[in-house]
């Protein structure tokens, strides 16, 4: 007997599948879900971007205080860190001679001190830029020439001028060549200036203070708290929130501190009583003496000997 198969269904046609799809009012629910939850994460995401480039920044900060440690240890008497003045001395009866003669004050601007570290490898110059930078002058130095390092010839760093010269102009901070009109800085770090006083003689060595700032994020020019002047200081963008500066710090004992102001805790007061002065590092506040912190960018040295001007830049 011949077989036969029987439909599922009486009208003999098999079962069609049927999709439904979003409705509108689904599909405007998902979307507004999804916009809440990015409301909600993506501050959240940029808090956590600027804690990580705050760490990072203030890892590279001490790496370069511990570079000039190193090198401090190859002067066995004063234990100074690197200072252009010394490396590249005045002639000896006009005649040069590699390690003798008097400091050549005219070079100590911080453009020769970082050039002279880079060319002793002490580190690379990728760690002077801060991961959070924000000016448009300031930019890593790609073109950093290692074979100007030659003593023979009265040149120990790239950008070094041999016989007695000074510490160049303001652009060419690692002699830096295609990097635009606006570029004035390779690095994003304010540093002790290095004129020959007491806070250099006292401070940039291995002194082990704790209560000396000796590296940091650069910050408003001269400490100053008027509102036209911080409130339009590019310094601000670095760490803080636009409208408060805020900044790593690095102390001569290789600590470092998150600070919201320009007078750390910590720190020594001048004078005495209801007249002590907060050390402000932005400020040259003690000036006669020079035991105060202080850190700037000093890109130009200007005069001869012992009578020299230092030449701060800020944003």
């Known amino acids: 007997m011949p077989s036969s198969t029987q439909s599922p269904h009486s009208n003999g046609n098999k079962m069609k599948s049927h999709r439904r799809g979003f409705t509108l009012v689904e599909l405007l629910v998902v979307m507004a879900i999804i916009a809440l939850l990015l409301g909600i994460l993506l501050p959240a995401l940029a808090r956590a971007r600027k804690n990580a480039q705050q760490v990072k920044c203030a890892t590279q900060l001490k790496e370069l205080h511990k570079g000039l440690l190193t090198e401090s240890n190859n002067d066995s008497q004063q234990q100074r860190y690197v200072m252009p003045g010394e490396i590249n001395r005045l002639p000896v009866n006009s005649v040069n001679v590699i390690g003798r ?30 991961p959070a930078e924000t000016s448009s002058k300031v930019g890593q130095c790609t073109n950093y020439n290692f074979g100007a390092y030659k003593p023979a010839i009265d040149s120990f760093w790239d950008g070094d001028i041999p016989d007695g010269g000074g510490s160049g102009g303001l652009v060419n901070f690692f002699k830096i060549q295609g990097q635009g009109a606006n570029f004035q800085s390779a690095t994003s770090y304010a540093t002790m200036p290095l004129p020959n006083n007491e806070r250099r003689r006292r401070e940039w060595r291995q002194s082990g203070n704790s209560k000396f700032v000796v590296l940091g994020n650069r910050g408003v020019a001269n400490g100053s708290s008027e509102p036209n002047v911080y409130g339009a200081s590019e310094t601000l963008r670095i760490h803080g929130d636009v409208n408060q500066w805020e900044g790593n710090m690095v102390r001569n004992d290789n600590s470092t501190s998150f600070e919201r102001t320009f007078t750390p805790e910590g720190l020594d007061r001048f004078g005495t009583g209801n007249a002590a002065v907060l050390d402000n590092i932005f400020l040259a506040d003690n000036g006669a003496n020079n035991r105060d912190s202080l850190i700037q960018i000093v890109t130009q040295v200007t005069g001869t000997g012992t009578n020299t001007v230092h030449v701060a830049s800020w944003d």
Not at 111 to 126: D, E, G, R
């Open 101 to 130: 003669g008097d400091f050549n004050e005219a070079k100590n601007s911080h453009q020769n001190m970082w050039s002279a570290c880079i060319a002793k490898n002490l580190f690379s110059p990728a760690v002077l830029i801060s």
